[in-house]
């Protein structure tokens, strides 16, 4: 499953949403992108489950080096892999240990009955507290330092789509590096970025000084910091 030439909006309004963890899952599924498939990151520490199925915007970059998380309403749970098209209605402000973590929450274009939902205002309060307290315990029970910011409604989605998917697109072009470590590296042409090679281990690294990312990572596998 190749995501790369899949845009994050296919049309002004709506996403396209790869759904990874099913609603009422403990599973936590990831994204493999080097394999093209899903895979088990872990199980949940505490009993909750999913509230909504979940997964992420393809091709856009959050600051937690991961795409832009996202939820969507569905009437029944679908399966990991399944892409979505949808409308978001919302975001759910966090940070995570420091990093901003925001929350896309949508509704599929397909489900008829959710046509006339376009704002989190017409989904019910109570249920929006559900979502905000399940990601606060399960993440704190991970040991991890969760602060919940809050809701937003649809007006806000657009500038943070935007500027996840710039960040997306900077990490694509060519930009001065800065050695990371002072160890033996080879220079190193790879899919138009200029990347050393640690001769030592085989895998490269170097700081993308305008997203200020620490890149890591196999020749066809680089991952982020």
Not at 1 to 9: A, I, Q, T, V
Request: hydrophobic share 40%; net charge negative; glycine share 6%.
């Amino acid at each position: 499953m190749d995501l790369s030439d899949l845009p994050p909006s296919p049309s002004p309004g709506l996403v396209n949403l790869v759904v990874e963890i099913p609603a009422g899952s403990r599973n936590k599924y990831e994204y493999f992108s080097s394999a093209g498939i899903m895979a088990l990151d872990r199980v949940l520490h505490s009993s909750v489950r999913y509230p909504f199925d979940y997964g992420f915007i393809p091709n856009t970059l959050a600051e937690d080096g991961a795409p832009l998380d996202a939820m969507v309403v569905m009437e029944e749970p679908t399966f990991a892999g399944c892409l979505i098209q949808a409308r978001p209605i919302g975001v759910l402000d966090m940070h995570d240990s420091g990093a901003y973590d925001g929350k896309l929450l949508c509704v599929p274009t397909a489900d008829p009955r959710q046509r006339e939902i376009n704002t989190i205002k017409q989904i019910a309060q109570n249920l929006l507290e559900d979502v905000a307290e399940f990601f606060r315990t399960y993440k704190s029970l991970e040991g991890r330092v969760i602060v919940i910011d809050g809701w937003r409604d649809y007006d806000a989605v657009d500038e943070l789509l935007k500027k996840e998917f710039d960040s997306f697109r900077v990490i694509k072009k060519p930009h001065p590096i800065m050695l990371e470590y002072n160890l033996n590296f080879i220079p190193y042409q790879h899919n138009d970025l200029d990347i050393w090679r640690n001769s030592l281990s085989g895998g490269i690294s170097y700081h993308d000084t305008e997203t200020n990312l620490i890149i890591h990572g196999g020749i066809d596998d680089i991952w982020y910091d």
